[in-house]
C-alpha cells in the first residue's frame, strides 16, 4: 500500500498541490534536501502531463499519484486514465496533427523527467499510463524521536 | 505562490520581470503577457527570473514560443538568471544553447549578439 496516495481533478491548478504533498512526504521519507527540488519538478512534471492527457481525452476521471515509502528508497507512480492502446503513450500518433503542440509539451516534459530521476519506468496499459520514479534515501531517515 | 509579472522599458528593450512559480496553471500568463507585448510591436525582450521560485516544461514551452514570436520579427528574447535550480532545467533540456542567458538585466540590456 502506498504511504499516501493523492487524487486530484485533472485541473492545472492542483498540480502545485501534488508538487507540495510530494516534496513534503519525499522529506519525511529521507530522501536528501538536495534532491528535494528535483523531486518537486518530476511530480509536476509527470502531473502536468496526466492533467494534458486527460483533457485532450475528456476523462473525467482523477490523475491519481502515489507516494511509496520503501526500505532505502522513495517511489511516485503517477498514473493517468488513458488507455494505453490508443497509441498516446507510444508516440502521441492518435492525437493527430491538430494538436502537436500538446504534444510537444508532452514530450518536453517526459525529456525533463528523464534528464532529472535515474530510475524512471514509464509504463501504458488498458487501465491507464503510469510514470514511476524512484529515488534513493538515506539510512539517516527523519524518523519519530519518541513518538 | 502565484506568478507575477510586471514590465518596463530599457532604452529599445522591455524588461519582463517574471516573480512566483511558472507551471502548467500560470504559464498561459506568461504566453499571454510575452504574445501582447510583440503584438505591440515590442521585439528585443529580456525576461527577468530572478525571482522565479519554480519553472516547469510548460515554462520552458512558452519562453521558446516567445523567442519564436520576437525572431519572425528579427527580435531577441534574453533571460536574466543566476538561480542554479532554474539553470539547471535549461541545461538538462539543451536550451542554454538556445537561450542567451545573462547574470543581470544591465548585462542583458546591454547585450547586442
Given at each position: 500500500m502506498a504511504t499516501v496516495e493523492l487524487r486530484f481533478s485533472?485541473?492545472?491548478?492542483h498540480v502545485r498541490t501534488a508538487r507540495l504533498v510530494a516534496a513534503a512526504v519525499a522529506r519525511r521519507a529521507g530522501v536528501d534536501e538536495a534532491v528535494l527540488d528535483e523531486v518537486r519538478l518530476a511530480v509536476g512534471e509527470a502531473c502536468s502531463r496526466a492533467v494534458g492527457l486527460h483533457e485532450s481525452h475528456d476523462i473525467n476521471s482523477p490523475v491519481r499519484v502515489l507516494l511509496i515509502e520503501d526500505e532505502k528508497k522513495f517511489s511516485i507512480e503517477v498514473g493517468d486514465g488513458v488507455n494505453g492502446d490508443s497509441g498516446a503513450h507510444e508516440?502521441?500518433?492518435?492525437?493527430?496533427?491538430?494538436e502537436s503542440d500538446a504534444e510537444g509539451e508532452d514530450e518536453m516534459g517526459l525529456a525533463v523527467i528523464s534528464g532529472l530521476v535515474d530510475d524512471v519506468e514509464v509504463t501504458a496499459g488498458k487501465d491507464g499510463g503510469m510514470i514511476r520514479m524512484t529515488w534513493p534515501t538515506t539510512t539517516a531517515a527523519v524518523l519519530p524521536q519518541g513518538g | 505562490m502565484d506568478l507575477s509579472l510586471s514590465t518596463r522599458t530599457v532604452g529599445d528593450r522591455t524588461v519582463v520581470e517574471v516573480g512566483g512559480e511558472i507551471d502548467v496553471y500560470t504559464a498561459p500568463k506568461l504566453r499571454e503577457q510575452l504574445v501582447e507585448l510583440v503584438n505591440d510591436g515590442s521585439y528585443h525582450l529580456v525576461v527577468d527570473m530572478?525571482?522565479?521560485?519554480f519553472l516547469d516544461s510548460t515554462g520552458l514551452g512558452v519562453l521558446v514560443g516567445g523567442l519564436k514570436r520576437v525572431r519572425a520579427h528579427e527580435g531577441s528574447l534574453r533571460l536574466v538568471c543566476n538561480q542554479e535550480r532554474i539553470l539547471k532545467i535549461f541545461r538538462i533540456t539543451g536550451l542554454t544553447k538556445v537561450f542567451p542567458i545573462h547574470t543581470s538585466v544591465e548585462e542583458a540590456v546591454s547585450a547586442t549578439d
Open positions: 485533472a485541473l492545472p491548478e508516440n502521441g500518433a492518435a492525437q493527430g496533427a491538430a | 530572478e525571482r522565479v521560485d
